[in-house]
């Protein structure tokens, strides 16, 4: 059976057919504190009985210790093979909660209905699942994609325009790696205008998923879908370890896309000036993330973990040109390091 996948205000409706045909033995909710507060009261209504976990909000509770809540409620409340887990949340509610179902009795089946743009355009769908482990993003996980996909765009109503402008760095990236004309298009947009996200999520969900068809385990192209990443996971896994100056996933990888495309101008597979213009093009949603030149080479080593390495060789996904992504290009950590120091002087 293909997995659903349902983009606009029919998604919650859509979610409750979905529920009403597979007739799971158990239904469970699993949100954050936030999203219980303020997206769970409009999903209930759709769903019938069920069971609801809140777990603590923030990238610093994607560990396998909030695993450990989750596996336990779903066994104290006897869920079996059949029971279906509704993920409701940002990227960090669907990683850990997709995680969570694809382990729990070698797999019960996942519904995501994410909250947040970087969520709805990208966490939510791809299959990738996974926690934070001994200070590395996503190390431990696996691809399980879920039984389906419910993106109700309505739910951004409520979410902090920094969480908004964090999803905007994934979208910039899918135009960068796959989009040259919807990248063109970025430029004019002001994320704190839009009023209708609906057609932005299609199209960008659209691309991840054309990536994603492709290659789901990420053996090639879906490496694709790193770009801005190995600097980007490096940069934000750094300041997780610093007290206050923690940073969102999409700020770090927006000034990851800035890196790596000055890697590829390096490289000689991006013209100078349309490195110009992704920096104008970020520049113009994100501040500079502040650190030291002296902190880079403590952020690159980072990138020694990053999981399209192979052996010694460190896997960066660079731009052949806006909208074109190309990935297996080996670079070393001085040039991790020297790629930070250019974002440092911009
Ligand atoms: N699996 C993937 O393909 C993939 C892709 C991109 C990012 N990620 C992961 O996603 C995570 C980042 O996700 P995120 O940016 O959604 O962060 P998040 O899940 O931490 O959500 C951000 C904040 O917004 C709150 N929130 C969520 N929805 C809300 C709403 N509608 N109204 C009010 N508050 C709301 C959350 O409680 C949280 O405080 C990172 O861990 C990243 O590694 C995974
Ligand atoms: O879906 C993918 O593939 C991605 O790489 C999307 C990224 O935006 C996302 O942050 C992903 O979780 C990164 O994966 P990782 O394998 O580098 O942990
Ligand atoms: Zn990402």
Redesign the pocket.
Known sequence: MKNSLVIGPEALPALADFVRQRAPSRLFVLA????AR??YPLLAPHLPAHEQLTIA???EY?TLATCGQVWAWLTQHQADRHALLVCL?????T?LGGFCAATYKRGVACAVLP??L??QV??GV?G??GVDFEGF??HIGVFQEPAGVFIDPG??A???PA?LR??YA?IIKHALIADAAAFADLGGLDAAAVADWTPIIRHSVALKEQIVALDPHEAGPRKLLNFGHTVGHALESYLLTQAGREV???EAVAAGLICESWLSVQRGLLPAAELAEVQEVVGAAFGKISFITLETEAIAAYAVQDKKNRGDVINCTLLRGLGHGVFDQPITLAEVAASLQYYNSI
């Open positions: 954050d504190t936030n999203t303020d997206c909000a923030g990238e994607k949340g940002g990227g960090v509610v990683d909250t947040t970087l969520a990208d966490a791809g990738k699942t993003k996503n739910f951004l409520t979410l902090p969480e964090s999803g994934e969102r996933h999409g």
